[in-house]
């Protein structure tokens, strides 16, 4: 037989390997295959040693064009990974026709590091010890004594189906001992199994409890969501921050769970949202509770991924990467935060998560549950042409917790020198007097954006990129250094103008370190004085260590931190009781982005960051510093009318012919060589402009994107729209073939269908 294998390589090429002694059941398999040539000793004179690869096997075919002198054959089978399933094979499938991206890529890039490490000849099948009850165990389960709990809970799981060791020693606290006597009564028999082998289980006890009754919009979500249980369905939860959408989820889950299904929970970004994962864990006390994320050391996240793989995980919660984790027993897929930009993914194989979550729902018939606050405009739309489902949730579920009162402070009036109003920080001391804490939301990082000759405006800026250098403190024991927040780029800050000489170079605008200083300084000096206030500052550069933001917002829930200062890594997923007051400093800078984009992005934010405040007992409120108070964005916001926004904004996007009501693709193209990347894309316009005929294609004119050069490319893009995507794919499936075709390798180029960033 020959298998016919893709590789994680940018080719859209199917490879022919020999497969000698594999069938049709191979379909699906991981395989090892020499690829490539590996290094020869000049004059050697034996064969050539050759590389080897991991690659998914699609099709199992009897000839092949390849003469056989040039057909190799596959080294062996991956161990331990079971097949790919059809459903699963069908997503990488759609994914490769939508996104217009090699097959390969997408189904072997995004698994755990571990997996791909391909071992050099095949290994066998790794043996596993399984435990089995016999039919003397089922029968003495019946007449046992209540006093043997070890052996009976034991012998209970096993009632269900045969289990690993390894997870008997998971579940039970003395699994061996237990194991040893429930064997020696011949209630078990233990057996060597071959892992890819072992029947797929669960436990049919979750461990499932709820802590409150559920109110009647949450037990109208959660009735909706299981009734849907075993076809396609798509929900939009929405309501505020603390109105109960967790346990609307957790709920769903258990009845998931209990169907014998399995769970897969894709939130924006794992370090961030802890307080969710723990309630996760804790809430299904029984449950096969994994976590996959890329931040994950590589054994723990090759166990994750097989255990999803098995069936042997109840609930998977991952980022973004986990939507393509295998999982043979799937029943529900929760998106939480589905408005989030973490979703997208912005290099390689572009991908949207939600979107691909809900082609998986409704190709593996279960129901797919997105919540949040501030529903993304294209979410919505879905909504109002009735594709999705919307079940509102109106108060927040804890009675006391009213909405915070939200005010702005008119910075056309009030004077802010370091980014902070003096009325900010009286409000911030008052609220640390009472015992309470606060929180300033500043969305940029470093000392300052820009730092300024004052007598000849000279501006640092990165030699790479087209971008300004950020002035960073950091420390602040010599002069601060300028970063570029595009590259790596990374230098000392200068003493003197190098244009004119200047010493004095000032820093323009703030950042969450001056926001910090400014702060430490006015609440210093405050009168009346206060004492000491603690101030903790969360932006990338203060938790780069690993743990260090846990380590900041668990000091926060203990209250040992009276004032956060920090970037949106702030305006996610964590529940501080005593925090009451939100100073949002510098919002403006959002609503004149070049991205049509940028204003849904900040009313989410600020409606997100708003929600931090008063979550429990005590009443929250939240200060906006703006020059633009009458915006219709702040409006909204201030009368936690998200909903009010959604609508002005719709409809500006229906008259402007945008997304949602249209439907876009960008080519992005970089190269060292600006003409090189001129003359591609010029030629890809001209194709392009050649090809539409009557249809409800337009294809723009290529620019430069924002940022026009970064690390030492030139950058250039190219915008597709269409009125449908069915438009779009048709137009993308015969222009990107000529792209393909031009083959200038001075060029890089992807296409990035429903692009996030324009
Ligand atoms: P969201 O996910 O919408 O932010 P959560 O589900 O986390 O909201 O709920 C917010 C708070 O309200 C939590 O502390 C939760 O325990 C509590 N809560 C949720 N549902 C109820 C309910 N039906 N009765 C009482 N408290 C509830
Ligand atoms: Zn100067
Ligand atoms: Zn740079």
Known sequence: MIARIVLDLPLTTVFDFAAPGLGGDAIGRLAVVPFGAGKRRAGEPTPTPTKTQIGLIVEMVETTDVPPEKLKAIIGL??????????????????????????????????????????????PDRAVRVSEITDAGRAALA???????????????????????????????????????????????????????????????????????????QQTAVQAINAAHGSFASFLLSGITGSGKTEVYLHAIHHCLLQGKQALVLVPEINLTPAFVRAVSQRFAHANVVELHSGMSN????????????????????????????????GLIVVDEEHDASFKQQEGFRYGARDVAVFRASNKLCPVVMGSATASLETLQNVAQKRFTQLTLTARAVAQAALPK?????????????????????????????????????????????????????????????????????GGNNG?????????????????????GSHELVAAGSGTERVEEALEAALASSVPAVPPIRIARVDRDSTRRRGSAEKIFSAAAKGEVDVLVGTQMLAKGHDFPKLTLVGVVNADGGMFSADFRAAERLAAQLMQVAGRAGRAELPGRVLIQT??????????????DYNKFAQIALAEREHAHLPPFSFLALLRAESRNKEALADFMQQAAKDAHAMRGGEDVSVWDPVPPTLARKAGFERRQL??????????????????PMVRA???????????????DV
């Open 78 to 123: 991956v161990p331990r990974v079971a097949a790919f399933t059809a459903a699963d094979m069908a997503l990488f499938g759609f994914c490769a026709r939508y996104y217009h991206h090699p097959l390969g890529q997408i189904a072997l890039g995004g698994l755990p590091p571990l997996l791909k490490l391909a071992p050099t000849r095949a290994e």
């Open 143 to 217: 007449t046992l004594p209540s006093r043997s709990v070890a052996q009976r809970s034991m012998l209970e799981m096993l009632a269900h189906g045969p289990v690993a060791e390894v997870e008997l020693k998971r579940r039970h606290l003395r699994a061996t001992s237990t194991l040893a006597q429930l064997v020696k009564k011949a209630w078990v028999v233990v057996r060597e199994e071959a892992a890819s082998n072992i029947p797929l289980k669960h436990s049919a006890d979750d461990g499932f409890f709820s802590p409150h009754s559920l109110n009647a919009e």
């Open 299 to 330: 054994v723990p996240r090759l166990d994750a991924w097989l255990a999803a793989q098995r069936g042997e995980a109840d609930i998977l919660i991952g980022t973004r990467l986990a939507v393509f984790t295998p999982m043979p027993r799937l």
């Open 406 to 474: 939200i005010d702005f402070i008119d910075l056309n009036i009030e004077r802010a020198p370091d980014g902070i109003t003096s009325r900010l920080v009286e409000a911030i001391r008052d609220t640390v007097a009472r015992g309470e804490q606060a929180l300033v939301f500043i969305n940029r990082r470093g000392y300052a954006p820009a730092l300024v000759c004052a007598q000849c405006a000279w501006m640092p800026e990165c030699t790479r990129c087209s971008a300004r250098m950020v002035f960073h403190r950091g």
């Open 480 to 500: 601060g250094q300028l970063k570029c927040h595009h590259c790596a780029a990374q230098r000392r800050a200068p003493a003197a103008c190098p244009k004119c």
């Open 627 to 640: 020059r633009f108070a009458t915006h219709p964005l702040y409006q909204a916001v201030a009368s936690h």
């Open 719 to 736: 915008m597709i729209q269409a009125g449908s995507r069915r438009s779009l794919q048709t137009f993308l499936a015969t222009w990107l």
């Open 742 to 756: 031009q083959k200038v390798h001075a060029v890089k180029w992807v296409i990035d269908v429903d692009p996030q």
